[in-house]
């Protein structure tokens, strides 16, 4: 795993993940931004999405106890090349 972070990041995201188009009005103007979100109910498995996001540098934030989520540019855009879409 720790050799093949983006591999194992690709299987979580692709088990219990997903990249969605999340809207927000700020000030009446509505933003349209990409997101990945992955949710467990196991905190061993989050944990360990956590290590691999570490091993891959992506910034990830928990929004609830059993969801993590990807949301900064840069981040979502490291997590489209190791993720890419589900098939």
Same mark, same amino acid.
């Given at each position: 795993?720790?050799?093949?972070?983006?591999?194992?990041?690709?299987?979580?995201?692709?088990s219990?993940?997903?990249?969605?188009? #999340?809207?927000?009005? !700020?000030?009446?103007?509505? /933003? !349209? /931004?990409?997101? /990945?979100?992955?949710? #467990?109910?196991?905190?061993d498995?989050? *944990?360990l999405?956590?290590?691999a996001?570490?091993?891959? *540098?992506?910034?990830?934030?928990m #929004?609830?106890?059993?969801?993590?989520?990807?949301a900064r540019?840069?981040a979502?855009?490291t997590?489209?090349?190791?993720?890419?879409?589900?098939?």
């Amino acid at each position: 795993m720790a050799a093949h972070p983006g591999d194992f990041a690709w299987g979580l995201f692709h088990s219990d993940g997903c990249r969605v188009a #999340n809207r927000v009005t !700020v000030r009446g103007r509505q /933003y !349209v /931004y990409p997101r /990945y979100l992955f949710t #467990n109910e196991s905190a061993d498995i989050i *944990g360990l999405c956590q290590w691999a996001l570490d091993l891959l *540098g992506v910034a990830w934030r928990m #929004n609830r106890r059993n969801s993590l989520s990807v949301a900064r540019r840069d981040a979502v855009a490291t997590l489209d090349r190791h993720v890419g879409p589900k098939s």
